[in-house]
Structure formats: structure tokens, C-alpha cells
């Protein structure tokens, strides 16, 4: 069975900084492409960040200078560096898993940016 937990989400204040980690279980991290997207009630599910298994990673303009995405295979983990937090990064952040026609979803972790 394909578990991802997120962590690492909770209340930080603007221009504050959060680290979120997605630990996976059951698959082999290396063998997909990793991802980061989030959610807004009432708006679609949009793409953070993603990292490929060699490494090239890709950003929503909007992130971009502020958050990193990075994996450890060892460790079959991904991350995401949110630094420089704004009121619009507020949402539930989930990770994914691609490879192929295959998509395997965390649960979510709620991240709120308000002073």
C-alpha cells in the first residue's frame, strides 16, 4: 500500500519560513517524478513545485526565489523550503508521486501565513 505524510505545516507569521516534508512508503521514491501542489477552498489544485529524478525541479512563478524543493532518496523523502511567507500561501499543501499513468496523493497539511 502507497502511503505519503506530509508534515511540517501549521501557523507562521508573513515574511516567516516553514519546512514540509513528505515521507513515502510503499513505493520507491527514486523511480518518480515528486511534487508539491496546494489548494484553496473554492479554487483548483495548483502546481507548487516539482522535482524529476535526476534532479531538475520546476516552480510556479509565483513561489519562485522564495521556496526550494528537494528530495533524499535515502531517506525516501521530498521536501519543500518555504521561505519569505506571504497571506496567499495559505492553503493545504499535499505531495505527489508521478511515474507513468501512475499519481499517488498525500492527505494534505494545512499551512496558514497570518500575523
Known amino acids: 500500500q502507497v502511503q505519503l505524510v506530509e508534515s511540517g505545516g501549521g501557523l507562521a507569521q508573513p515574511g516567516g519560513s516553514l519546512r514540509l516534508s513528505c515521507v513515502a512508503s510503499?513505493?520507491?521514491?527514486?523511480?518518480?517524478?515528486m511534487g508539491w501542489q496546494r489548494q484553496v477552498p473554492g479554487k483548483q489544485r495548483e502546481l507548487v513545485a516539482s522535482?524529476?529524478?535526476?534532479?531538475?525541479?520546476n516552480y510556479a512563478d509565483s513561489v519562485k526565489g522564495r521556496f526550494t524543493i528537494s528530495r533524499d532518496n535515502a531517506k525516501n523523502t521530498v521536501y519543500l523550503q518555504m521561505n519569505s511567507l506571504k497571506a496567499e500561501d495559505t492553503a493545504v499543501y499535499y505531495c505527489?508521486?508521478?511515474?507513468?499513468?501512475?499519481?499517488?496523493w498525500g492527505q494534505g497539511t494545512q499551512v496558514t501565513v497570518s500575523s
Open positions: 510503499g513505493i520507491i521514491i527514486s523511480f518518480y517524478e
Open positions: 505527489n508521486a508521478v511515474r507513468r499513468l501512475s499519481t499517488h
Open positions: 522535482i524529476t529524478n535526476s534532479g531538475s525541479t
